[in-house]
């Protein structure tokens, strides 16, 4: 009943945080304050260390998630106080639905009572905001300025907004400071926008190109790994893009700007596409910028930025061949440079040529060790639809005959089984196994692939037989898990010298392993009929471990 009204369940926030944080998030159900239900989200205070912000958003495309102001919520992670605003509103389920009717009604009492107020009334509110709240006073300021076309003052506002210093603590822009950041320039593109809409887009244009060059040199020093900033420089370039559209700005010259741009340092920034401006070019901006990366590319012909602005000119003027052949001129050695050309020439309805470009990548990458897998897909897929399982195990086989991992066998595995011939296959696979098995002897400090394919088979005889020597404690664990059932007596020898290695290290994901570990030696003793033998030896221990209390409560809920 509760999943229907919240949209949510214990499980699903045991999926988010993890085990740990979940369990952590029990101790803080008595923390949480401030509930507020709103539509589609939930906020709250949780008490800890310090008063932490958590917002729950319900439903959409990603279902549950959470943000927190603690430094674990900051690096994105479903953390423990929102595990704890999780339980608190399941376990208020039922007053839910009443709780978003207040908060709805609130909402509307709002609404109503501003509309009632009377213009001085507004302005006077207004102003004791903006004396309060200080972001909120500058954000006016700029639409102000905007408003009134104060270009000195808006130059002044964006160029402040775009200095990331005041968020620099330590020189750099960390993790937890890159939102805050974010927002201001947000607001810049908000006030480039503004001004293109009262009129001023060629002044727009100039403040945008001057923003964009700003936040290309702070963004160096800012660490954006949610892509929030990114999002926010976005939105600058759009705010520019619109603004050239509505000054129509000339375009040589802009065909110039955005070949800088994009051959720049620092143009990574604001993932800017200078097709996007193709409206605003015309013909004779296109023609320019034409021009321009051809002798860009003629200067560095290695180049990134140059390979990548000539492409997207080619690939705008519909010159599949011209493509091909620019592709063409630079081949990574991973095939996925022959997979981009046999796509284009696929969507140009050109598939003989497209199937033909994907076999010479494999050709021409066949001696690497590690090529684009997508490339051989795709090659594979095609000799599928045209019925040619032969070839496909045969691109399968020379993949495998490379790369020796447990992925390539297993691909070889299912074209095999396809083409109805695994049995002969299998056994020439796992001679190559054996003989990199056995070369390896002496040397080897990790499992091989041979015991991750016989695994992966099911063949636990064999697996068994070759494990000694070979198998790394991963490849243990596993080959104990699935014949406990039908060996438990190997299986038994395998999890206590296991449980002796973890005796040393500590930490909640050691202590869980443990308990893993101590689950799968209580069932082959279950199966051996030696339970006692079992129960003596956890009592012992438990005993010479007692001091771990972290390990004791984690054996305890385990049942242990």
Request: hydrophobic share 40%.
């Amino acid at each position: 009943m509760a999943r229907k009204v919240v949209g949510f369940d214990e499980d699903d926030l045991r999926a988010l945080a993890g085990a740990r944080s979940f369990e952590r998030g029990l101790g803080y159900l008595d923390a949480v304050s401030g509930l507020e239900v709103g539509d589609g989200s939930v906020t709250a205070v949780v008490h800890g260390t310090d008063g932490y912000e958590v917002e729950l958003t319900l439903g959409g495309d990603d279902g549950l998630s959470g943000w927190c102001d603690c430094p674990y919520g900051q690096e994105g992670n479903f953390c423990k106080h929102c595990v704890a605003v999780g339980l608190t509103v399941l376990r208020r389920a039922k007053t839910i639905p009443h709780q978003r009717a207040v908060a709805k009604a609130r909402a509307s009492g709002l609404e109503a009572w501003l509309t009632a107020l009377s213009r001085d009334e507004l302005l006077a509110l207004v102003r004791e905001q903006i004396a309060e709240d200080r972001r909120l006073r500058r954000r006016l300021e700029l639409r102000a300025a905007a408003a009134h076309s104060d270009l000195g003052t808006l130059r002044d506002r964006i160029t402040t907004l775009i200095d990331p210093r005041p968020f620099a603590r330590y020189g750099y822009v960390e993790y937890a400071d890159a939102p805050g950041y974010a927002r201001q320039v947000a607001e810049a593109a908000a006030a480039l926008r503004a001004l293109s809409a009262d009129g001023r887009a060629a002044h727009a244009v100039g403040l945008a190109e001057e923003a964009i060059r700003l936040l290309g040199e702070a963004c160096r020093e800012i660490d954006d790994a949610d892509g929030v900033v990114g999002e926010a420089a976005a939105a600058v370039a759009a705010a520019h893009l619109e603004a050239c559209g509505a000054a129509r700005t000339d375009p040589e010259r802009l065909a110039e700007w955005l070949v800088g741009h994009v051959l720049g340092d620092d143009s990574e920034v604001t993932d800017l596409d200078p097709l996007d401006y193709a409206e605003v070019l015309g013909p004779g901006g296109l023609a320019r910028m034409r021009q321009l990366a051809t002798e860009a590319r003629r200067r560095g012909p290695s180049g990134w930025a140059e390979r990548y602005l000539m492409e997207r000119l080619v690939k705008a003027e519909g010159d599949v061949d011209a493509l091909v052949a620019l592709y063409a001129q630079d081949l990574d050695p991973s095939g996925a440079t022959h997979l981009h050309i046999a796509e284009e020439l696929e969507s140009a309805g050109r598939a003989d040529e497209a199937l033909a470009w994907a076999e010479r990548g494999l050709r021409d990458c066949a001696a690497e060790t590690h090529i684009d897998g997508r490339l051989a897909d795709y090659v594979c897929a095609r000799y599928v639809k045209a019925g040619r399982s032969a070839d496909v195990v045969g691109v399968r086989r020379a993949r495998f005959g490379v790369e020796r991992s447990l992925a390539a066998y297993r691909q070889l595995r299912a074209a095999a089984r396809a083409g109805e011939c695994w049995e002969d296959e299998r056994a020439s696979a796992l001679a190559a196994l054996e003989e990199d098995a056995r070369r390896a002897r002496g040397g080897w400090y990790g499992g091989t692939v041979l015991i991750d394919a016989l695994l992966d088979d099911g063949d636990l005889d064999a697996a068994w037989r070759e494990a000694a020597g070979q198998a790394d404690d991963q490849q243990w664990e596993r080959l104990a898990d699935l014949s406990r059932g039908t060996c438990p007596s190997e299986a038994l020898a395998v999890y206590l010298r296991l449980v002796e290695r973890l005796k040393e290290p500590t930490g909640d994901r050691a202590y869980e392993h443990l308990a893993r570990l101590l689950l799968g030696a209580r069932d082959c003793h279950r199966a051996l009929g030696t339970e006692e033998a079992f129960t003596a030896y956890l009592t012992g221990l438990r005993t010479e471990l007692k001091r771990r209390r972290k390990l004791m409560s984690i054996l305890d809920r385990y049942g242990l």
